[in-house]
């Protein structure tokens, strides 16, 4: 009897760590880029060499716009990430309450982390806060939650 307890426990350990770990994951992921690390200054000595080697002939300002491009799609991108994986975890909880309400929760943590994110920045001095940024980080994962329900409403149509 007692073995069976233990058993549910570490089940249920293990299915809340896969649900909620690779999202908890990606949240730390998110605040390692919100570093110095990750600054215009840093990813444009990575970005340049690479678009100058496929574009040689670009112009200087071309180049800037690519590179300020490339790192508003990767906001975007990163927290469609999020979206998907806060949607993972929220639609498959093991509370009723979360489980139904889904997609407010998700959308919930993507706004207050991506507001949270640039507050984060305001404290970095080789990075710039942006309330501009927290728009295309809520468009990313407000995109990934619409893109979620939709693959969701299909399965369910699908099934028997």
Known sequence: MNSVRVDSRKT?????????GPLLLWMVLISFA?????????????LRPLILWIFPNV?????????????KVAHFSEYAVLG???ARA?????????????FQM???????????DEFHQSFV?????????????VAGGLTALFVFRGWQNRRLALSP
């Not at 806060?129 to 728009?135: F, L, M, P, Q």
């Open 12 to 20: 249920k350990t293990f299915q809340r760590t896969w649900r909620y």
């Open 34 to 46: 919100s570093s110095s690390e990750f600054s215009a200054l840093n990813t444009s000595q990575i």
């Open 59 to 71: 112009s200087e300002e071309r180049l800037a716009a690519i590179h300020f491009l490339t790192r």
């Open 84 to 86: 998907i994986l806060s």
């Open 90 to 102: 929220f639609a498959s909880s093991a509370n009723d309450f979360v489980q139904r309400h889904w």
């Open 106 to 116: 998700a959308l919930l943590l993507i706004i207050c982390f991506a507001l949270l």
């Open 125 to 137: 001095p080789s990075r710039t806060a942006s309330i501009y940024d927290s728009a295309i980080d």
